[in-house]
Every structure is written in C-alpha cells, then in structure tokens.
C-alpha cells in the first residue's frame, strides 16, 4: 500500500543478527534506531534490562499465538531485541498510548469478526500517532495512501483528512485487510499485502514457484516487508511482555467519554475550549481528522467531538458560547493598488484584463455564497475567469463565503432611458455607492423574486419625465439567516445594527430565525 518510515529505517540498520549476538551486546554498544516517533535516546545504563532465552520467548509466543501464527525465528528475534533493548524509549511510549486506541480497535475487529490481534499492525503503522505522516504520505494510524483512501471514502479536503480520524480509519483498515485476507487466505500475506500491495505479493509468489505463506515467499518481498511481518509478531511480543523486561510506561493516555454536536458556522476550537473551561487544545485533539484549528465558514453539520460531561452545559448555552467562539479570518492587507487611479480610470484597468467593450464601466461589488466557484461566478455575471483574478488580485481558484469581488459592467443606456425600471432589471451585486447598471444576462431574481445572495439592492424610482434618468435610492442590503444565526450575532456583523432596529425593520415580533429567512438590515 505504501512504504512505511519506521519500518525502512529500521530494516536498513538493525542488521537483524542472530538471537546469539544480540545476547553478547553491552547496552552501550546497541546503536539507536531512528524510528517515526523520533525518539532517540540511549538506553540509561543504570536501567536493570532482563534478557530472556530463545526458549523463554519462543514458549510465551506459543502462549500468545491465536489465528494468526506467531513464527520464532532469527529474525523475530533480533526484532524483540530491538524492541526490548535497544529502543525501550520508543517501546514505553507505545505502551503509554496502548490504552488510548486499543479498546477502540478491539470493537472494530470484533464488529468485522476478526482476528484481535490485528490491532498491534497500527503499532506498526504509525506507533499510535493519529496524525503521524510517512515520507511517502501515508497518513494516520492506518497509513492509509490517498488512492487506498478514496477506495473507502475518507474524505481529505482543503480542511479535513479522515485518514487521521481515528475511527473511520480504523473501520476503513478493517474492510481493507479483510479484502486481503479474501485475496490471498493468510493473514500474514494480508499484512505483507497491506505494507507492499497485492501486485507485489503475486508477483512475489510467482517468483517462489507458487508458494502461497509469507515465509515461503519470503526472500523474493521487497526488502522492507521482509521486515513487516517480524515486527509484527516482535511488537506482540514486547507490549505483552512489557514487564518481563522491566518495561512500564510513564504517563498513561486514557480515553475519556465524548459526545458530538453538528456545527454550521465557522467556529475557531481554542476559543471554543477556552469557553468551556477545557485546556486549550483538547478539542482540536479530539477531532485530529481537522487540519485546521478552526471549522472553516463553508463547512455544514460537521460532527465535532467534545467531552461529554460539557454537553449539557454547551446545550443550554449554545448561541452564547459559539458567538463567543465563532472563528475570524485574520485580516490580509490589501495589495499595494492606487486606488484613486482605479475609480477614476477604471477602463485602463479593463485593458490590461481583456476590457468588456462599452463606452463606460461601473464598479460592482459581488459577496461570494457557498459553493459559489470563479467558473461559476464568471457565468452568472457575463465575464471571463481571468477578468476575475486581475480585478480582485487572486492568484488561485479559491473563494470564501461573503468575500466581496469587485467587476466593471458596461454602463447600460438603455436603464437610463426607460421611463420605467422593472425590479427584475435593477442591479443586484451593487455597492451602495455604485451606478445603477445591470448584472449580466445570467444574474437575476431566485424563484421567490429575491436577490441570489447577501447583497446591496438598489431600487430604481420610475420617472414620468421621460428625458429623465432612473434614479438610484437609498439601497437595502439583506442577509440570508444560516443555520446558527441569531439576531445579536447578525447585529454585530453589519456595522453594530441594533437587534431592536432588525426586529422593526423585518416586522419581527419574537427573536426566533430560521435558517433561508431574509432580513433587511441596512
């Protein structure tokens, strides 16, 4: 499936010696390996470090074994050494994680009917690290490569990796291996599989003669899977046998009990566990899978995990608690433009732009709504996607929600001139400042004669002069209420509007919204 860091590193330094030679090695002759969870330190000399017989470990294998074999060989046993000597720094950090994952992946296996001791191949993986990332970029506690990924539907996005959620992962890894175990019958060629691919294994086979057990196509793997199945079995050796060789861990990671909320609004988790009285990053730390340290504003019922016993008090304080919270995208400086230069001869900038032709232009301002994309936007309002880019300084493709975008329209004459201006003709993506001009042939009303987003609204007074220009009036803007709304948070965002001046201007009797409400609100 990938190439595995820990295990590369590990099988091109251990050197794999005989049981013999390890037993002879001084502590301090034992060279350190580098391992994922970086963890380098010489073993302290003054430590008691028991080492046990080949018979010993080869007895409490046999103990161990269940349907997966447990082979003792020379290999496994250079591989125990290193676990229980040489790098019993990295041994008891796994063993301080163990009970933090261990419960979790015993439920998925048995939900799946498979083997428990499936669970050690995450120690393999990633020693436990949810967010650990190889040098070929596999990621999680699975190590899961982006096409594998997609196969079972982690989704991976702009904020969000499943890959590094814990439990999807480890539902998706179940279903994996057990299309493995289908392929090939084995366990251990379905972990040989999962570290190399299903091609390399038949081909491996092939190589063999037909041999269909790890050990008989041993020698034809790729060098680091001849190293993935001994780890295995060392590993279920080691966190078994921890004290056997005086092995404990430090400080125990223990899983609390958490529950969920769906959030709709862009909520920034320091703030949020600051709110509730959490250590700073124990929300962000219960919800690896988000890349961000925020829920971005575009972002729909996303099931955030919070600790249990904050729920009902998050519950009876919701709206406060997620105002209090709700994530701000810092301020970018605008770019270095001339501004005055850009109203007073806005035609220079359109040549430079592939110019609209028209005698005259007027600035329009267009807010960006969810899923709104430039392809898209570029349609609506009669424009090029490049045209885009130059107006408003944007070097990719990406847009947010209630972003403003600035375009020049050809100045339509034929507005001017009509003694009277339908409301479907006026200009929806107009500033207040702006000319009345119109939004493209693709702009318009929705189906409940609403304008398509979050926008000033000019109207146009007929005159019955008919020499007379429309005339532009005080405009309206109006706010589309989303899930999480509420009077006070939509107060703040448009210039301190008072909730009693909301309440009067849209006819309002309680404070009760709804998300697809429309409220005036300037």
Request: hydrophobic share 40%; glycine share 4%.
């Amino acid at each position: 499936m990938r190439t595995s860091t820990f295990l590369a590193g590990l099988v091109l330094s251990l050197g794999l010696g005989s049981a013999a030679q390890a037993r002879q090695a001084t502590v301090q002759d034992l060279p350190v390996m580098p391992l994922q969870d970086s963890l380098k330190a010489p073993v302290d000399s003054v430590e008691f470090i028991p080492v046990e017989t080949d018979e010993l470990i080869q007895d409490r294998l046999s103990c161990l074994e269940q349907e997966i074999p447990l082979e003792f060989n020379k290999q496994v046993r250079g591989l125990i050494d290193y676990f229980t000597i040489r790098n019993r720094k990295y041994t008891r950090r796994v063993l301080e994680r163990k009970p933090m994952y261990f419960p979790m992946f015993e439920k998925y296996l048995a939900k799946h009917n498979m083997p428990d001791e499936l669970k050690y191949l995450a120690v393999v993986e990633s020693a436990l690290l949810p967010k650990a990332v190889s040098s070929a970029k596999a990621v999680g506690l699975w190590q899961f490569m982006t096409p594998t990924a997609n196969d079972f539907r982690l989704v991976q996005n702009h904020y969000l990796d499943e890959r590094m959620d814990p439990e999807k992962s480890t539902e998706a890894a179940c279903k994996f291996l057990k299309q493995l175990y289908r392929m090939f019958g084995s366990w251990e060629m379905a972990l040989a599989a999962y570290n190399c691919g299903p091609g390399n294994v038949r081909k491996a086979i092939a190589r063999s003669g037909g041999k269909k057990t790890f050990w008989g196509i041993y020698p034809y793997l790729p060098k680091e899977t001849r190293a993935y199945v001994p780890s295995f079995t060392a590993l279920v050796y080691a966190l078994n046998h921890a004290e056997d060789h005086n092995l404990h861990p430090a400080n125990v990671q223990t899983p609390i009990a958490v529950d969920t909320m769906l959030i709709s609004q862009p909520v920034d988790l320091r703030l949020l566990a600051l709110q509730l009285n959490l250590p700073e990053d124990q929300i962000a730390n219960l919800n690896p899978a988000l890349k961000l340290k925020h829920i971005p504003a575009n972002v729909s019922n996303f099931p955030l995990r919070i600790p249990a016993d904050v729920r009902p008090f998050l519950a009876e304080n919701r709206m406060a608690i997620l105002d209090s919270a709700r994530y701000v995208a810092p301020h970018r400086a605008p770019a270095r433009t001339k501004l005055p230069a850009l109203q007073e001869a806005p035609n220079t900038l359109l040549a430079k732009a592939e110019p609209i032709s028209g005698d005259s232009t007027v600035k329009i301002l267009y807010t960006v709504r969810r899923n709104d994309n430039l392809s898209k936007i570029a349609k609506e309002q009669n424009v090029t996607v490049e045209q885009l880019k130059a107006w408003n300084k944007i070097s990719g493709n990406m847009l947010v929600a209630n972003q403003k975008l600035v375009m020049f329209k050809p100045e339509n004459k034929e507005l001017k001139d009509t003694h009277e201006a339908p409301a479907s003709e006026t200009t929806l993506l107009a500033s207040a400042e702006a000319y009345p001009a119109t939004a493209g042939k693709n702009a318009g009303p929705n189906a409940e004669g609403m304008p398509k987003s979050n926008a000033s609204i000019p109207t146009v007074s007929a005159k019955k002069n008919a020499g007379r220009k429309a005339v532009v009036e005080k405009p309206q803007t109006v706010h589309h209420v989303q899930p999480g709304d509420t009077l006070w948070n939509i107060s703040k965002r448009y210039n301190n509007v008072s909730v009693e001046e909301l309440k009067k201007a849209n006819k309002l009797k309680g404070d009760d919204l709804k998300p697809g409400m429309k409220l005036i609100v300037g």
